[in-house]
């Protein structure tokens, strides 16, 4: 495959996962969305790598996979916490935190 069909793919995920955070109010799927334009920076990331010989794509792939786990542990513990109190995970119900 050539660089441009990862790219194109790349663009396609993250405008899918644009889309799934702009559209959808349950905050599970927005993370979910939110983790599909990590995954498409990734890919983007490790296309210019491969691209270039060199391995600080990689690597920072790494890392964002890192932060992107981490991001989802805190996440889902905070939308668990709120679902518990309040039995909804609407995004649109953001002042919950403020109680």
Do not use: P
Not at 58 to 65: E, G, L, N, R, W
Not at 91 to 97: A, G, Q, R
């Amino acid at each position: 495959m050539s660089l441009t069909n990862y790219l194109i793919l790349a663009m396609v995920l993250f405008s899918i996962g644009a889309v799934v955070v702009l559209v959808r109010r349950s905050a599970v799927i927005s993370l979910m969305g939110v983790e599909l334009m990590l995954n498409s920076a990734n890919l983007v990331l490790v296309t210019f790598a491969r691209m270039h010989a060199d391995f600080s794509g990689q690597v920072m792939a790494f890392f964002v996979m890192v932060v992107a786990a981490a991001e989802v542990v805190v996440g889902l513990a905070i939308i668990v916490s709120i679902f518990r109190s309040r039995r909804s995970t609407s995004v649109d119900e953001v002042n919950l935190l403020k109680n």
